[in-house]
């Protein structure tokens, strides 16, 4: 008799057998992979014992490529070929990058928005030079378990919104990586000091990499990690740390910087000046140049001072997150701090005076991110039966669609966990309308106009009904991806229509965050327009049904009621006009009231037509 191989839902076939997963963090500065072995996540090392892959592809003719410390080494000299920091462009458009004019790249601008840098071996998007990093990635992992891989769950900042998400799965796939899943980095975080620490009770996570901050609030019970919000500015990162002790050395030293090689070469002096500030008080900056070596000695203070905006806009990201979480600071129990850039002591010191104790460093700033990221993907692979995690992550902002008079109607709204589904039901304006149009919006204002275009698409076949009488419910559906689809049916016929939605680029720099503090500071604004709109949509509805009344039973009214009805309809145009709802409101009220007597005409003459030619027996 042939025996079935049973195993436990989610779990391999053969209980013996292992896969493979890892956890990737695809950074802006430095990229990791990580791995459970022996029960414990750690970070993969290459052939040389090094367990950070610079996030740096340099380009040559031939096809031919470097990846990694090889590409870094080489970036000075062949800036324009050697692309750093390629994670800040993912799903972005070319006007969303700030002052590419001070890049060393050559960008040009591909169907559908996406941007490319032109380079030796041709024209390259930032999805294929992050997989070529993936691929590197992969290939460690393989090599250091003498296996094929999997799967692997990567990591995103917790503000990437849909299209850089989606160009994250996309340079997976091209990285001939199975992604498991995508986990927000701070999440991953968390997930590390969860474990390692056995922590429980409210926590920050504080990450500052490269290129991203986020600042994420999460609850910590019994394997269960629960987001309660996020923040974050998608442009705030080390590298602006470098960008403004550069600007600030050539302001002092009267340098010009003229080729792409120069500014790279200053670029990376500054970097490597502010990571020896970490351990000294004063550093001397410097860069050979084509007009010469530079040599100017640099304080932390000074350095300190240029910097404390950047630092401070950090903060203010922190404060929002925990209004969003209703919490204050004395009852978050610990700061996690993750990315290279919190080894600044100005911004160890910022996070301990604001939060007021000692944020938890003993785990690796720089890795902390992979090994939460192993930790998920060893148990989505199925490999971990005792203690599994409950990873419950949240949207970074509200998702709705537009209704009459350019209306934002929120659907989801922002910090819901996910994966989550959510419906609502809509109608039709106008009678015998066959065709509704859906415009999917994200932000937190609600005025259209004030937010973010997602995605159109159109519901037809809606059978012809009176405006009001159809039911059309739409569905969003956000994955534990992050990625949004909605659907549109209509609820009589049952016809359906359906969407995944898939910018081809993301928002620009500040546009989330700015977003958010927008809807903080103009809230009051923003009822007062909300309320406005939705007067003159009722308002014009109470005129189209009221002309629709009269075109068909107009005739029951005699010259004097027919005048007043006139009048009050010319006062509710000449209402709808003015800036007050309540204007608007008090002249709808008054058309309804005036003519309800010709509404109860209306309904005698039904019921008479109705029974014309019956007998009581028969009704």
Known sequence: ???????????????????IAVGIDLGTTHSLV?????????????????????????????GRRQIGFDAKAAQAQDATNTISSAKRFMGR?????????????????????VISIETADGAKTPVEISAE?????????????DDELYGAVITVPAYFDDAQRQATKDAA??????????????????IAYGLDNAAEGVYAVYDLGGGTFDISVLRLAHGVFEVIATGGDSALGGDDYDDALAAWVAEKTGTQLESAADKTAWRIAARHCKQALTDSETVAFTADISSGSVSFDVKREEFIALTAHLTSKSLAAVRRALKDADLGRDEVQGVVMVGGS????????????????????????????ALGAATQANQLAGNNTAGDLLLLDVIPLSLGVETMGGLSERIITRNETIPTARAQDFTTYKDGQTALAIHVVQGERDLVADCRSLARFELRGIPPMAAGAARIRVTFTVDADGLLSVSAKEQLSGVEAHINVKPSYGLSDDQIAQMLQDGFATAQEDMKARALVEARVDADRMLLATQSALDVDGDVLGNE??????????????????????????ATQALAKGTESFAAERMNRSIQQALAGKSVNTI
């Open 34 to 62: 990580a791995a459970v072995r022996n029960g414990v996540a750690e970070c993969l090392p290459d052939d040389q014992g090094r367990v950070l892959l610079p996030s740096v592809v340099r380009y040559m003719e031939m």
């Open 342 to 369: 919190t080894r600044m002591p100005q911004i160890r010191q910022a996070v301990a005076d604001f939060f007021g104790s000692e944020p938890l460093t003993n785990l690796n700033p720089d890795e902390v991110v």
């Open 93 to 113: 458009s070319l006007a969303d990058i700030e002052s590419p004019e001070k890049l060393p790249y050559r960008f040009k601008a591909e169907d559908g928005g």
């Open 133 to 145: 990093i993936l691929a590197t990635l992969r290939f460690r992992a393989e090599d250091t378990f």
């Open 1 to 19: 008799m042939a025996l079935l191989q049973i195993s436990e839902p989610g779990q391999s076939p053969d209980p013996h057998q292992r896969r």
């Open 173 to 190: 796939k091209l990285a001939g990586i199975n992604l498991l899943r995508l986990i927000n980095e701070p999440t991953a975080a968390a």
């Open 561 to 586: 009621q027919r005048d007043s009805i006139d009048a009050l309809m010319a006062a509710l145009r000449l209402a709808v006009a003015s800036d007050d709802p309540a204007v608007v409101e008090g």
